[in-house]
């Protein structure tokens, strides 16, 4: 439903190119249209589909861009595909004419974060990915902060704050964090329970990194309550990970506690 969605924003978007009042949106919007079904045929492993469709929407972008320097929230699609297509092909960057732009990316994403219209959230999340990816912590939390500042009830913020700190060894950070989370999605309408099961789930393990053993088993126990819930089919198989998951945790708790005595 959302690629044929997709499919016929194009389809309306594209007559408008000829326009000359209309133009410029028309190449933001086919660029924005395109990327989302490249990333759509990436989620579903359909790689060369991903990359031709990645490589059309870039270059809407660059046109964009180059007509209007000013147009920032084109910056988004240009910046993360020049990051992440370096980051993939990085193995070829000693061949002539295979080029690293990883740091112009970052870059055009910084520009978006700060100037954009808006896609500034969308940005900082892009930036967050990166420098986790990288393992870049100072720079990870410098784009959290802002996050958090800018868009307090953004809950990928709250999120990334926990996971930057489980990966920086700082756990008892990390279970505030996933706690905060929690408790955000404790307070919405949601349509399933599995956002809160995957909070639990993180909020678990980083309680069992602070020794907080009594803590982590109550929270593996509430997921497990969750397993009466009827999922859609491509939820089901997530929630059924999450739930096997929190078994084996629960066991390896007792297996220990039983060795320590």
């Given at each position: 439903?959302?690629?044929?969605?997709?499919v016929?924003?194009?389809?309306?978007?594209?007559?408008?190119?000829?326009?000359?009042?209309?133009?410029?949106?028309?190449r933001?919007?086919?660029?924005?249209?395109?990327?989302?079904?490249?990333?759509?045929?990436?989620?579903?492993?359909?790689?060369?589909?991903?990359?031709?469709?990645?490589?059309?929407?870039?270059n809407?972008?660059?046109?964009?861009?180059?007509?209007d320097?000013?147009?920032?929230?084109?910056?988004?699609?240009?910046g993360?595909?020049?990051?992440?297509?370096?980051?993939?092909?990085?193995?070829?960057?000693w061949l002539?004419?295979?080029?690293?732009?990883?740091?112009?990316?970052?870059r055009?994403?910084?520009?978006?974060?700060?100037?954009?219209?808006?896609?500034?959230?969308?940005?900082?999340?892009?930036?967050i990915?990166?420098?986790?990816?990288a393992?870049?912590?100072?720079?990870a939390?410098?784009?959290?902060r802002?996050?958090?500042?800018?868009?307090?009830?953004?809950?990928?913020?709250?999120?990334?704050?926990?996971?930057a700190?489980?990966?920086?060894?700082?756990?008892?950070?990390?279970?505030?964090?996933?706690?905060?989370?929690?408790?955000?999605?404790?307070?919405?309408?949601?349509?399933?329970?599995?956002?809160?099961i995957?909070?639990?789930?993180?909020?678990?393990?980083?309680?069992?990194?602070?020794?907080?053993?009594?803590?982590?088993?109550?929270?593996?126990?509430?997921?497990?309550?969750?397993?009466?819930?009827?999922?859609?089919?491509?939820?089901?198989?997530?929630?059924?990970?999450?739930?096997?998951?929190?078994?084996?945790?629960?066991?390896?708790?007792?297996?220990?506690?039983?060795?320590?005595?």
């Open positions: 439903e959302f690629d044929s969605l997709l016929n924003a194009i389809a309306f978007t594209e007559p408008l190119q000829r326009e000359k009042v209309t133009e410029i949106n028309a933001f919007y086919l660029g924005t249209a395109i990327g989302m079904r490249a990333f759509l045929h990436s989620d579903e492993g359909e790689w060369l589909a991903a990359i031709q469709k990645g490589f059309s929407a870039a809407y972008f660059r046109e964009v861009i180059k007509e320097s000013t147009f920032y929230d084109a910056y988004l699609g240009k993360t595909f020049d990051y992440w297509k370096s980051k993939k092909t990085e193995f070829l960057h002539p004419f295979i080029y690293d732009d990883r740091a112009e990316g970052i055009l994403l910084e520009v978006c974060a700060a100037r954009s219209l808006y896609n500034r959230a969308t940005a900082m999340r892009a930036l990915e990166i420098h986790l990816d393992g870049n912590w100072p720079e939390f410098r784009w959290i802002e996050g958090r500042t800018v868009f307090p009830d953004n809950r990928f913020f709250l999120w990334a704050s926990g996971v700190n489980m990966k920086a060894g700082h756990s008892p950070e990390a279970a505030a964090s996933f706690r905060l989370l929690l408790e955000n999605i404790l307070h919405s309408m949601m349509p399933n329970p599995y956002p809160e995957s909070a639990r789930m993180n909020l678990a393990k980083a309680l069992l990194s602070t020794r907080d053993t009594v803590g982590a088993e109550k929270e593996l126990q509430t997921i497990l309550r969750q397993h009466a819930f009827r999922f859609s089919l491509r939820t089901a198989q997530r929630a059924n990970a999450k739930f096997e998951e929190a078994g084996a945790l629960l066991r390896q708790i007792s297996l220990e506690a039983k060795g320590s005595r």
